[in-house]
């Protein structure tokens, strides 16, 4: 075959590819949350359908003035589950709720091994570090096909728009309400350090050999703790979740005090927590167990979702930072995928969620190139 004839090959299934995808939705009348729902045949939320309205509703409703029993501000969960339990379908059925019930702009960790978002991509801004050359690439499930690359430009077929941005507090002054937003981190970490510094009351041990606790030389992850403490400290302070999928490879429980300064980073984002939720930031953390991620952050949070086939917890001694459990007995390790347990020190209940299938086999690949 003639270069011309495979390069004619790889543009025919490039397009098979990308017409695998619906195409990006950009609305005028409908909300996001209200096509979102269409699209998947989702019912309206109401919380009158829950028992407890300080498990479920009240993790998910964020208002300054809740009712009595229920807490005021930002909230977050740790859902643990093992893979093929549901987790990315739950986090896809997460953002269409807070996007309903809230109408609050949500911003989805992106990673470079993962897209478990791509059911929602045709609603979906995607922000890209300015001035990165980025790898594209959508890889098939079945590894005897072969994989298509794309170029930045060609990802308007797949998401709605694709932005770029030069730091974190400029990316989120650019966030729109009642939007999904999937970033992916600057491996340059441009604003990290100084963001860090304009918050004098948190000091923590510089990495050995270097003078800033942010630098090039990071996992593009560490990205992840300035941008939390810009959108704390910096603003602006509109209803706000992050989707924080695998937090387990952003703050492990194995965090040392390398010459990343992982440690201080972790601990960075344990002392910023409280204030998040004075400043309307929830999280919703996603792992596949709670040992995955460092007991700093699990002390913080005060929802946690199991996800089937995994036993739930008996006694608080299971949960790091729970003084108490009110599950007596195993239930969800038979429960279905699209079933899960929420539970706080208080109380607990079951609820599920319909499939939200990805129209692709494909994955969506997006990384830094490496030269």
Not at 2 to 29: A, G, H, N
Not at 154 to 167: F, K, N, Q
Not at 182 to 198: A, I, S
Not at 263 to 282: I, M
Request: proline residues 7%; glycine residues 4%; contains cysteine.
């Amino acid at each position: 075959m003639s270069t011309k004839q495979r390069q004619t090959t790889r543009d025919e299934t490039k397009r098979q590819v990308l017409e695998e995808f619906r195409d990006p939705i950009s609305l005028t009348r409908w909300t996001d949350a209200r096509s979102m729902r269409e699209e998947f045949g989702m019912g309206a939320w109401d919380r009158e359908v829950f028992n407890w309205p300080s498990v479920i509703p009240n993790c998910l409703e964020h208002s300054w003035d809740s009712p009595s029993n229920e807490v005021d501000g930002g909230t977050d969960w740790l859902a643990r589950g093992k893979p093929g339990t549901g987790k990315s379908t739950l986090a896809n059925y997460l953002v269409v709720r807070l996007l309903e019930i809230n109408d609050e702009k949500v911003v989805w960790r992106g990673s470079s091994s993962r897209s478990e978002w791509i059911p929602l991509a045709p609603w979906t801004t995607l922000y890209l570090p300015a001035g990165v050359d980025m790898s594209i690439r959508l890889e098939p499930k079945d590894p005897t096909n072969e994989p298509v690359d794309l170029e930045v430009d060609e990802l308007t077929e797949i998401v709605r728009e694709v932005r770029t941005y030069s730091d974190p507090r400029e990316l989120n002054q650019t966030l729109d309400e009642g939007s999904l937003h999937v970033v992916y981190p600057d491996p340059r970490m441009r604003g990290c350090q100084e963001v860090y510094e304009r918050s004098p009351e948190k000091q923590y041990d510089t990495p050995p050999k270097r003078e800033t606790l942010f630098s090039e030389e990071d996992p593009a992850n560490h990205w992840w703790f300035a941008w939390f403490l810009a959108r704390v400290e910096h603003g602006p302070h509109h209803w706000t979740s992050l989707i924080f999928d695998e937090i387990g490879d952003v703050c492990p429980q194995s965090a040392s005090k390398d010459t990343f300064g992982t440690y201080q980073k972790v601990e960075l984002l344990k002392d910023t927590w409280v204030d998040a939720r004075k400043f309307g930031l929830s999280t919703y953390a996603f792992a596949h167990s709670e040992t995955d991620v460092h007991q700093m952050i699990r002390r913080k949070l005060r929802w946690r979702v199991q996800m089937p086939e995994t036993a739930n917890p008996t006694k608080a001694s299971d949960v790091v930072g729970f003084e108490s459990i009110r599950m007596k007995h195993d239930m969800t390790s038979r429960y279905d995928v699209g079933e899960a347990l929420m539970y706080t020190e208080s109380s607990f209940e079951s609820f599920g969620w319909d499939d939200m299938p990805s129209p692709s086999s494909y994955k969506l690949k997006i990384a830094p190139e490496v030269r």
